[in-house]
Structures are given as C-alpha cells and as structure tokens.
C-alpha cells in the first residue's frame, strides 16, 4: 500500500512537472495590468519613488497602454492566436531619471519587436519572431 501511495504521489508530481509550466491558473492576456519585471534576461529596477513600468490590453477597441519607465504610452495592438504585435504607439515626451530612461528605451524595442506571447499562471512573455523572449511580466 505504501508503495502505491508512493508512486501515485511520484506520478502526480511528475504531471505537475511536466513542460515546466506553474500549476496557477493562467491569467487573461486582455484587461489584466502586467507589470514589467525583466528586458531580455535583465531585471527591472526602478528607483524608489518611481512607478513601476506596465502593459494593459483593452479588448473593445484593441487598444495598449502602458506606462514606460518616463512616459505613458498607448496604440492599437494585433492580436490573433499566439500572434501579438503593437503600433504604431504614441508616447509624451517627458524625461526623467536614469533608470527610468534606460527602462524605457528597452521596453519601447521590446513592443516595436514583439510578435508573439505565452503566458504560464501569473506570468506572460513577450517573444520575438524567433521565439526569444524579449520581456517577462508579472499579473498584478
């Protein structure tokens, strides 16, 4: 009986597991606020005070917005299947410290690159046309 338990428990575990995928429910791609957390491989860090970079898709008029590290941004998005491009997007012009300005520029390549998306449990990914990741956000 023991090693029942135990396999059972071994064989869920190993479903559990299996593609690497969280075992959180995934969250809607359109209408949830994402949060920027990485540019390629590289972590987001803001300065304290400064707001934190994010990604929010409407579904009625197929609109993005989001703020940038400096300035907020917005432009219609192309959604269809695992396919998602941005623009043109429009941006104010405002500067603002270092950090933010770097975020800024990354994450503006990041969506004129964008060509796809994945999305496990919390998180979603912004791929390329090649399937390398260019960004990692978080569900908020």
């Known amino acids: 009986m023991k090693s029942?338990?135990?396999?059972l428990a071994l064989l869920l575990g190993?479903?559990?597991m299996e593609g690497g995928t969280s075992s959180a429910p995934a969250m809607p791609l359109v209408g949830t606020n994402w949060m920027l957390t990485k540019i390629g491989e590289t972590s987001v860090?803001?300065?304290a005070g400064q707001r934190e970079p994010f990604l929010q898709l409407q579904a009625?008029?197929?609109r993005a917005s989001g703020?940038?590290?400096c300035n907020?941004?917005?432009?219609?998005?192309?959604?269809?299947?695992?396919s998602l491009t941005f623009g043109p997007l429009?941006?104010?012009r405002m500067a603002c410290p270092p950090p933010g300005m770097a975020v800024e520029g990354g994450y503006a390549n990041v969506l004129r690159d964008s060509k796809g998306y994945k999305i496990d449990g919390r998180q979603?990914?912004?791929m390329d046309a090649s399937g390398k990741r260019l960004a990692t956000f978080v569900a908020k």
Do not use: E, K, V
Not at 72 to 82: E, T, V
């Open 4 to 7: 029942a338990i135990t396999s």
């Open 14 to 16: 190993a479903c559990a």
């Open 45 to 47: 860090a803001m300065m």
């Open 60 to 62: 009625s008029d197929s």
């Open 67 to 69: 703020f940038a590290g």
């Open 72 to 82: 907020m941004f917005a432009g219609p998005y192309q959604l269809s299947g695992d």
């Open 90 to 92: 429009a941006m104010t």
């Open 124 to 126: 979603l990914a912004l």
